[in-house]
């Protein structure tokens, strides 16, 4: 099977633009979850998607956003971009049983300048 | 406000000796964790998992202890091996509904 996959790996964008990060799960798997890491912070949640839809969503601004696709493909985009948003970015895939674990992404590592 | 703490930023350990990593939550109605190791530019690999009907779960060298009326978890490798050398972060949750909850990490650094 494969696993998660992220695209781009590596970006490098200004403050003021906007980004938008892509992750295909691991087939069959109907949950996507985002997670956000920084030096000191750990994985911060933003947002799990479950058959196109936002089931839990974090505390971030609303300058954060994702959405599914009907293939359980995954998107998320930040407008505005501020330096501190430079960070990886981690998608995690789950088949979502009553104790299924997350699977994930290799993450899309952004640096806002 | 962090539910899952990780209170050792950083552990060096011996290679062959035990490592014991440590993490604890406030939420008491988490009842489920799992432990990842990540290594640099590569994604969280899962561990093991240990739920709350359980207060010990063995997986090869990986160990997790859980003390439900401590809010306490522990992942014990033993013997520690330099490929042990990662980041590792405990996760916590309530129903599968909900997100996982993650700690802020430890670095663990296994001399040879």
């Known amino acids: 099977k494969a696993g998660v996959t992220q695209t781009p790996r590596y970006l490098i964008k200004t403050r003021g633009q906007q980004v938008t990060l892509s992750c295909s799960p691991i087939?069959?798997?109907?949950?996507v979850s985002w997670y956000q890491q920084t030096p000191g912070q750990g994985l911060q949640f933003l947002f799990e998607?479950?058959?196109?839809?936002?089931?839990n969503k974090g505390n971030f601004p609303g300058r954060f956003s994702g959405r599914q696709f009907s293939n359980s493909r995954s998107e998320m985009n930040v407008s505005t971009l501020e330096l501190g948003d430079s960070a990886l970015y981690l998608c995690?895939?789950?088949?979502?049983?009553?104790?299924?674990?997350?699977?994930f992404g290799e993450g899309s590592r952004l640096t806002v300048l | 406000d962090q539910q899952v703490k990780q209170n050792s930023p950083s552990l060096s350990v011996q290679e062959g000796r035990i490592s014991i990593l440590n993490c604890d939550y406030t939420n008491s109605m988490f009842d489920y964790f799992l432990w990842y190791k990540k290594y640099p530019a590569e994604g969280p690999t899962f561990l093991i998992s240990i739920s709350s009907i359980k207060d010990k779960n063995e997986d090869g060298r990986f160990t997790v202890f859980l003390n439900k009326s401590a809010k306490h978890l522990s992942l014990h490798i033993v013997p520690s091996q330099p490929g042990d050398s990662a980041v590792y972060f405990c996760a916590a949750r309530g129903s599968k509904r909900q997100n996982f909850v993650f700690g802020p990490g430890t670095r663990l650094s296994v001399l040879p």
């Open positions: 995690a895939s789950s088949p979502d049983t009553n104790t299924g674990e997350l699977f």
């Open positions: 087939s069959g798997h109907r949950s």
């Open positions: 998607y479950f058959s196109e839809t936002q089931r």
